[in-house]
């Protein structure tokens, strides 16, 4: 895409972006959780690593304004997808691959929802009147329990993930 897209063709492609992103956030949370619970689930993994890759690899088809903090964000997510993938899909998640695919999970969930906070703030007007420019309290506050949160879950998953066969 470029700066060449149509407003109305920009407003439908943001939606759609934000719709997978979404998709993404819900199944990747169900995703987790199912792994500190034991219950993987082959339809939500697959679910949550696609559309967590089609948020990054989307998100770089919107008109480009320069190296911002969102093009550096969507760079280490496909980064991070990448071992992530080849630990469930080529490696079977065999021995150091398990931890491998937990930890990029739970990163690739992280980096979803820091996005999905900070677009949060810039775009709910009562989000963005409490931290307008981002440097405020309630932003830091916000971001700093999701990346807690997201540790809290990290742990627990990589400790509780024992997939009964090679194959999630």
């Given at each position: 895409?470029?700066c060449a897209?149509s407003?109305s ?5 943001t939606a ?23 219950t993987?689930?082959?339809?939500w ?7 967590t890759?089609?948020?990054s690899?989307t998100?770089f088809m919107?008109p480009f ?19 992530t993938?080849v630990?469930?899909?080529a ?16 990163i ?16 709910i ?6 931290a307008?420019?981002?440097?405020e309290?309630?932003f ?8 807690l ?11 509780k993930y024992r997939?009964?066969t090679?194959?999630?």
């Open positions: 895409m470029t897209m407003s063709l920009l407003g439908a492609f759609f972006h934000v719709a997978i992103s979404l998709v993404a956030i819900m199944s990747g949370f169900v995703v987790v959780f199912n792994m500190i619970g034991g993987p689930s082959k339809g993994t697959t679910t949550f690593l696609w559309t890759l089609a948020t690899v998100g919107f304004k320069g190296f911002t903090p969102a093009v550096g964000t969507g760079i280490v997510a496909l980064i991070v997808l990448v071992p993938l630990a469930l899909y490696k079977k998640l065999a021995g150091f691959w398990r931890p491998t695919y937990v930890i990029g999970a739970v690739s969930l992280y980096l979803n929802v820091f996005v999905l906070v900070v677009q949060s703030f810039l775009k007007p009562a989000l963005n009147a409490l307008p420019t981002q440097k309290p309630p830091a506050i916000a971001q700093g329990a999701a990346f949160l997201l540790v809290v879950l990290g742990v627990l998953a990589t400790r997939p009964v090679a194959a999630a």
